[in-house]
């Protein structure tokens, strides 16, 4: 089985190594036997994205989101039919708000794609802060970093997860990114999927469902070490204390 993962202009969007999602999507499925053809698209290059499998938009400063915006309003009507196909998407920081219909700087006002229903509004007081979810896509806490000053309002669409710790959509709603259908977007940094690999195996499952036409379920990895990460990063931040010792045995 093979996915082709397309990372959408790494030359502007690659804040807080954001590309190291890309390589927990390849390393996720040579693990498991599986090929990985990952495609970059740069400024001004056309994409075709029934010729995707996977999506990843990363996350800039406010100029490059607006630089970013203006090539994919290019694009907006194909992007628009990947995502309501079932086309699997991961959108963060940036690329969450650039999802939306604008983002309302101090200065200025962003155009979105309008993937999403969605609306970003710029505050004086960043919100920066590890990032603590709990969600009803995986078992484990989803851990990450936030830095970001817009505020992202979501509406009635489901969120990522509840913040346990940090801050997340606007820092008073409790709750923090957004799942549409095959979609998740989100400001967690970090990377997110190196620490978080079932939100990982959520969207290749996913994936690869939609290109080969049956329920898939991945074989397990012992992932020992990110649990570990991940029970160190959660247990530092959050009064509940979860241990991931059963999980770990389960799987080595």
């Given at each position: ?18 590309r ?7 390393k996720?499925?040579a ?23 996977l999506v ?22 194909s ?13 963060v ?23 999403l ?6 505050e ?27 505020r992202?309002y ?5 969120p990522?997860g509840?913040v ?8 008073k ?13 989100t ?28 329920e ?20 530092r ?5 979860y ?6 045995k389960?799987?080595?």
């Amino acid at each position: 089985m093979k996915l082709t993962i397309g990372h959408l202009y790494p030359d502007l969007l690659n804040l807080y190594g954001d590309r190291g999602n890309i390589q927990c999507f390849r390393k996720r499925l040579a693990w498991r036997g599986m090929e990985a053809e990952v495609v970059p698209f740069f400024s001004g290059d056309t994409i075709d994205f029934t010729e995707l499998d996977l999506v990843l938009l990363g996350g800039g400063s406010d100029r490059e989101q607006e630089l970013v915006c203006g090539y994919l309003k290019e694009i907006r009507q194909s992007l628009k039919e990947y995502v309501e196909n079932d086309g699997v998407l991961l959108a963060v920081c940036g690329g969450y708000q650039l999802l939306g219909n604008y983002y309302k700087t101090d200065k200025k006002l962003i155009e979105g794609l309008e993937i999403l229903d969605i609306y970003t509004e710029w505050e004086p007081e960043r919100l920066v802060s590890n990032l603590i979810l709990n969600s009803p896509l995986v078992k484990t806490p989803i851990a990450g970093f936030e830095n970001h000053g817009g505020r992202t309002y979501i509406g009635n669409y489901t969120p990522l997860g509840k913040v346990a710790f940090g801050y997340g959509n606007t820092g008073k709603t409790g709750y923090e990114g957004v799942v549409y259908k095959n979609v998740i977007a989100t400001y967690l940094h970090g990377p997110l999927l190196p620490k978080n690999p079932e939100v990982c195996d959520w969207l290749l499952e996913r994936a690869l469902k939609r290109k080969y036409g049956e329920e898939q379920k991945l074989m397990p990895l012992s992932d020992e070490l990110e649990y570990r990460a991940n029970e160190y990063i959660v247990n530092r931040y959050n009064d509940r204390k979860y241990v991931w010792k059963e999980k770990i045995k389960k799987h080595t």
